[in-house]
């Protein structure tokens, strides 16, 4: 029989760090207000969003228009806030929630 050879013994990382942790999405939502055009919502939204086009900033304005709220954009929680800070920066009323 031979005997095997073994390395040095492994330290294994910490259970924190061996986790894979992300944070869980919060949306950024846009609540109807009646001191804003609906024109005005949507070029705003358009403008503060990245990417947003004209057909989605329409859609979202309506939503909130008729149910009271709808949700502008699900992100981590940075960017969430930083939308909401743009958002209210410009008149509208929004809000952050956990998705």
């Given at each position: ?9 492994r330290e294994s990382a910490p259970a ?12 950024v939502l846009l609540h109807n207000d ?66």
């Amino acid at each position: 029989m031979a005997a095997t050879k073994r390395g040095p013994a492994r330290e294994s990382a910490p259970a924190t760090q061996r986790k894979n942790r992300t944070e869980p999405p919060y949306n950024v939502l846009l609540h109807n207000d009646w001191s804003n055009s609906m024109t005005r919502v949507v070029l705003v939204l358009r403008r503060v969003v990245p990417g947003m086009t004209f057909a989605r900033a329409t859609g979202i304005m309506l939503e909130a228009h008729t149910r009271g709220k709808s949700v502008v954009k699900s992100c981590h929680r940075e960017l969430a806030e930083l939308y909401e800070e743009r958002l209210e920066a410009e008149g509208l009323t929004a809000s952050v929630e956990r998705a």
